[in-house]
């Protein structure tokens, strides 16, 4: 059974201070997909990471797909309230089914 | 209306009640999903259909019957459901079905079902 577990579940910090949420699996995946869900509403796509040891930023967001494509990472550099909201990853594996994590909880608190 | 949307957004059910929730993409996309979300717990695939044909039915109770008319709507017919069944009942759509590294699921708000 493929998994990819996510860490922190649950993160609550002070507006402005810097986080790293991650995603580990054993398993390696084609590519791999960030979303975040604000309550009340569906996950909304973030970012595709594809190549080992990519590197994308989107704003203050910046992800990293492992050189070995089987983890990743979601630095957020002077998190806001806005950017609370559960953040998911989910990979896409050799069947392209989309392997997905539990999740962090971010809350970001002014 | 754009992207995707389900009604009810807020459902709330007997054991012995018959309901369904209705899913619509207005993005003109191939591939529909119905996914069970509950708490601390990865999203469970449900359905899968690719040009309204069902292509995936991972192991779910006979209880929970799907339908989809066309490509462009979904249905998911609930009867005689279990507590633990309640949960948010997400709805996706995609441009296909997988075989793309890029290929991105839109999700609708879904539905909040509550089953007493």
């Known amino acids: 059974t493929q998994l990819l577990e996510q860490s922190p579940q649950f993160l609550s910090i002070q507006e402005g201070e810097n986080l790293t949420v991650y995603c580990n699996s054993s398993?390696?995946?084609?590519?791999l997909q960030w979303y975040r869900q604000e309550p009340g509403e569906g996950p909304v796509l973030l970012v595709t990471?594809?190549?080992g040891g990519e590197v994308k930023k989107l704003k203050r967001l910046t992800f990293q797909f492992g050189d070995a494509r089987k983890d990743s990472s979601l630095h957020i550099t002077a998190a806001q309230p806005g950017d609370t909201g559960l953040y998911l990853c989910?990979?896409?594996?050799?069947?392209?089914?989309?392997?997905w994590g539990a999740g962090t909880k971010l809350i970001i608190k002014p | 209306e754009t992207g995707v949307t389900q009604t009810p957004r807020h459902l709330v059910m007997g054991m012995t009640n018959k309901k369904s929730l209705k899913c619509e993409q207005h993005?003109?996309?191939?591939?529909m999903y119905w996914y069970k979300q509950s708490a601390k717990k990865p999203l469970e695939l449900m359905f899968v259909?690719?040009?309204?044909?069902?292509?995936e039915n991972n192991s779910v109770p006979s209880r929970f019957s799907p339908e989809c008319p066309n490509s462009s709507h979904l249905f998911l017919h609930l009867h005689t459901l279990q507590p633990e069944d309640s949960a948010l009942y997400l709805c996706?759509?995609?441009?296909?079905?997988?075989?793309?590294?890029?290929?991105?699921?839109?999700f609708g708000p879904g539905t909040r079902l509550t089953v007493l």
């Open positions: 996706a759509s995609s441009p296909n079905l997988a075989g793309a590294v890029y290929n991105e699921q839109f």
């Open positions: 993005l003109g996309h191939n591939a």
């Open positions: 259909y690719n040009f309204k044909e069902q292509t």
């Open positions: 398993s390696v995946f084609s590519s």
């Open positions: 990471v594809v190549t």
């Open positions: 989910a990979g896409l594996d050799s069947n392209y089914q989309l392997i």
